[in-house]
């Protein structure tokens, strides 16, 4: 592109879905090894803006060291005749795409949890400074979304700095979240889709609905509605709800139509409140992951920032694997977490009455949202670190799910004559649209999968290598 001559890398949409291993990259900003991390807009007056500086606190690209890991706080400042601070959220989102438009400079994720790194060989091109990416991002906002008529950028790198601003976005974030509760799905005639993922999930569309928000936690209702008005051809669009085809599990003909045009027919059907039979997809982007958990026909919950594994044995990294990319995977479904603030939360599944467990951090984080009965029956790592700790711990709060265990047990002791007791009856573990195998060096999709198993045995690798030795 012409108006980025003086950018010493390329520039354009062939960028898009990029992405720098790490024995690739020269430096990372953010990501799971740092805890405060945002990126943040801000709609200011006029006057409080100096169109086009680009301000950096803290070390400079070119000052840190190869192979490391730094702390990152974006702070996009915009003004303009037409702008209100509902639009925030939807500038703020934009920010993942324009980066990503940059050769050899990686972005993902979203607010709190943004996670970028700078290839090695655009470093070598002379893409040492924050200056170059601030230019970029201020010539890209302004050509796209002419409502913005100025703004200015900085980057904040020292970790007090970010330290100190990163508990300020939160507040921010959590008042705009709050601000979209209360309106309900059946009382509006159009929803709102996002596609800013499809570069790296290309048969991903995220459904925005009053009670469902963007799986990033980025867009609400209220955001899609403002980003598709002020810029109808761009990444985020209206769809029309249409006819309620089935309101527990959440089906909607608008939906089912328009996310199958934005997928180019791959996905062909959304039920938008459950994880299992057609669930809503996921890029990758997604603060939380919800997954089944056979033993104990409950669901658990993890967010992206926890660092042990789960309570059936397997790390955030994993669960995001087993959902992302745009598939339909029952039993693993990725979440935001204001979507699970909503009414709608699982509906089809059982709700919070199916949930049993999660980390402590995001519990104390929804904790308002709880049925106040079941509170204290959802397990923490605190209290439950295996299935087997689980299973005690959810019989012992008389959780809900443990009724279900009691009612599975009547039905096979009733339905399996006394002779063949001795036999285990062959269940079925997983089911999927399409299940991915690696194995030999060779990936083995199985469409339409089916697996039945006497019995399902899940340990973790740490187990296994103590064992051995």
């Known amino acids: 592109m012409s108006m980025f001559k003086d950018i010493p890398v390329d520039v354009g949409v062939i960028y898009e879905g990029e992405r720098i291993r790490r024995k690739d990259m020269y430096v990372e900003l953010g990501g799971p090894d740092v805890k405060e991390k945002f990126e943040l807009a801000r709609v200011k007056k006029p006057e409080e803006i100096e169109d086009g500086r680009v301000t950096i606190i803290g070390p400079d690209i070119k000052d840190m060291e190869e192979g490391k890991t730094y702390p990152l706080g974006i702070l996009i400042e915009v003004a303009g005749a037409k702008l209100e601070p509902e639009l925030e959220g939807v500038i703020e989102r934009r920010i993942h795409a324009y980066c990503n438009f940059i050769e050899g400079f990686m972005h993902l994720n979203q607010r709190y949890d943004i996670w970028l790194r700078l290839s090695k060989k655009s470093f070598e091109k002379g893409l040492n400074s924050f200056d170059f990416i601030g230019k970029v991002l201020h010539r890209l906002f302004k050509s796209e979304l002419p409502i913005i008529e100025k703004m200015q950028v900085t980057f904040i790198t020292d970790a007090e700095k970010v330290r100190g601003l990163y508990d300020e976005a939160l507040q921010i974030y959590d008042a705009r979240d709050a601000r979209a509760r209360g309106l309900k799905d059946e009382e509006v005639d159009k929803f709102y889709g996002c596609v800013l993922c499809q570069s790296f999930a290309p048969t991903h569309?995220?459904?925005?609905?009053?009670?469902?928000?963007?799986?990033?936690?980025?867009i609400s209702w209220f955001d899609g509605r403002a980003a598709a008005s002020i810029d109808p051809k761009g990444p985020v669009f209206t769809i029309e709800r249409g006819e309620l085809l089935d309101p527990v599990k959440g089906e909607y003909s608008g939906v089912d139509e328009a996310v199958k045009k934005r997928t180019l027919g791959e996905i062909t059907k959304v039920w938008l409140y459950t994880a299992f039979g057609y669930p809503h997809t996921s890029c990758g982007c997604f603060e939380g992951v919800a997954f089944y958990i056979p033993e104990v026909d409950g669901f658990g919950i993890v967010h992206r920032g926890y660092k042990d594994v789960t309570v059936n044995g397997l790390p955030f990294s994993t669960l995001?694997?087993?959902?992302?990319?745009?598939?339909?995977?029952?039993?693993?479904?990725?979440?935001?977490?204001e979507y699970m603030r909503s009414q709608k939360f699982l509906q089809a599944d059982g709700g919070w009455k199916r949930v049993v467990w999660m980390p402590k951090e995001v519990k104390e984080r929804v904790k308002d949202f709880i049925p106040a009965e079941l509170a204290d029956k959802i397990a923490t790592e605190e209290q439950a670190k295996t299935i087997d700790e689980l299973k005690t711990?959810?019989?012992?709060?008389?959780?809900?799910?443990?009724?279900?265990?009691?009612?599975?047990?009547?039905?096979?002791?009733?339905?399996?004559?006394?002779e063949a007791k001795e036999e285990a009856p062959m269940i079925p573990v997983a089911t999927a649209a399409t299940l991915p195998i690696t194995a030999g060096g060779f990936k083995i999709i199985l469409k339409d999968a089916k697996i039945y198993a006497k019995k399902v045995i899940i340990r973790s690798m740490k187990s296994e290598k103590s064992e051995k030795r």
């Open 205 to 218: 569309c995220c459904v925005i609905t009053p009670q469902r928000y963007s799986n990033c936690g980025a």
């Open 393 to 418: 711990f959810l019989k012992e709060r008389n959780h809900p799910v443990v009724e279900s265990w009691k009612e599975e047990a009547v039905a096979v002791e009733e339905a399996a004559p006394a």
């Open 320 to 337: 995001a694997d087993s959902t992302a990319g745009g598939r339909q995977v029952d039993g693993f479904h990725g979440i935001s977490i």
